[in-house]
């Protein structure tokens, strides 16, 4: 009796400890879940990670990143207004962001991407939520936690 029950408490452990080391499987799909899989998938690839890469180091800094980030947001806002409503989120010229991928474009504006965005649901996405958001987003990328992702990290392994 004694004996079963301490196996069953090193089975217990052990499989905390394997979810523990495995965090990268858990971290994609939270992804997909935490935005959307259009989004994931568009980002997630050599091209848009050479684009936000501006140093060009075969790394993507948290610095590069929230650059990126705000560049694709002034893009958006094109009157300068310091927010985005959904009509404008979605319909923006994807000649805009032509800097990025068009698959990135396409995953970023869509209505659940909108909603997912906007933190507080007032209707707006003001800079701060945007790159709240995305930094979120770069949390997850950065399984190793070094504010780095590489390319291991960046690209989807299907
Ligand atoms: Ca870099
Ligand atoms: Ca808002």
Redesign the pocket.
């Known amino acids: 009796m004694k004996r079963s029950t301490s196996c069953l408490t090193l089975g217990a452990a052990l499989m905390a400890f394997v979810g523990g080391i495995y965090p990268t499987h858990a971290a994609a799909d939270d992804m997909v879940t935490f935005a959307t899989g259009g989004y994931a998938a568009g980002l997630r690839t050599m091209e848009m990670m050479h684009v936000i ?9 948290k610095e ?1 990143w929230i650059a990126f980030q705000e560049r694709v947001f002034k893009a958006m806002d094109r009157d300068n207004k310091g927010f985005l409503v959904e009509k404008d989120f979605v319909s923006v010229d994807p000649n805009a962001i032509a800097f990025a991928t068009a698959a990135y474009s396409r995953g970023l504006r869509t209505n659940d991407m909108f909603k997912k965005i906007d933190a507080d649901r007032d209707g707006k996405i003001t800079r701060d939520e945007f790159v709240n958001y995305q930094v979120k987003i770069f949390e997850m990328l950065d399984v190793k936690k070094k504010e780095m992702v590489g390319v291991a990290d960046f690209i989807i392994n299907k």
């Open positions: 890469d501006t140093n060009k180091d075969g790394m993507v800094s590069e």
